[in-house]
Structures are given as C-alpha cells and as structure tokens.
C-alpha cells in the first residue's frame, strides 16, 4: 500500500507540513487548502515520529538551515508478492486458491498460467497447474480465452 505519511510544502506560503498520504486535501497552518493529488510528497514514512523530524528538517532546508534529508521513497511491493501474503494466512485451502485468483483478477483483469505460478512458487503450497484445475473444478474461474482465467 505504501508509506502512511509524507511531507508536503504549501504552494501559497512555502512551508512544509506532515500529512497522512491516504487523505485527499489538508489545511495549511496558513488556512490554504492543498489538494495533495496536485502537490508532491517530498518524504515519505511510516512512523509519525519520524514524520515530525521530516517536517522540522523539511522547514529548516526552506528557509536556509541545513540541508534536506534525501527524499525517501517508498518501494513498491512486487504484486504477485502481495497476493501471496494475503493468501497465505488462509487455512481453508480451496479458499486460498480463491483468493489468489481474485487477487490476480484484480491486478490485471485477467491471468495466465504463467501468472498463477509466481503467486503459487512464493506460497510454494500447490503447484500452479493443480491450483487452476481445482479453481476450474469448482466454477471459481472461467476461460476468457485459451490458457486466460478470470475469477468469478
């Protein structure tokens, strides 16, 4: 999903502030309102401590004190990884299966064999040929087109 927290500077009065990065505006201490889809996050954090340190050094580097902290990105999560992780905790086995196929659903709209496999490998239950025939056994997928699924 990504960081919870970034900095942001405001475009009227140039100062820094902490937001949560799932919300779509904030109000500046200067009573603006900033669209954080128009503005970019310069850090990124999970820890609201550490947000408080990137906004006081975010400020200090605005108005001349030391430099900035570099800008920190958050990694994005390899996709067939996250799918993984969200099955893994199921216990039910045909449950997960299910999960994974919705998951791979949703990533791409529709997956291959192929695709089953990387989520299949990192779970290393089933092997990816197994998975899809139960998927396909109890009416969970169905083929739009030769060798391509879609959860139902």
Known sequence: MGSKYGVVV?????????????????TCQCGNDIDLSRVKIKYQ???PMELVELVGKANAALR??????????SRKKDPYL?????AKPIKDSLERMRSLAQGLTELQSRFTVDDLRKVTHLLGKDSSEDVLARLKEHNLVYEVEPGVYRAV
């Open 82 to 86: 996250a799918i993984a992780e969200r």
């Open 10 to 26: 405001c475009p009227k009065c140039g100062m820094a502030k902490g937001v949560e990065t799932v919300k779509k505006t904030t």
């Open 45 to 47: 954090t999970d820890s």
């Open 64 to 73: 001349g004190g030391e430099p900035a902290p570099p800008e920190r990105r």
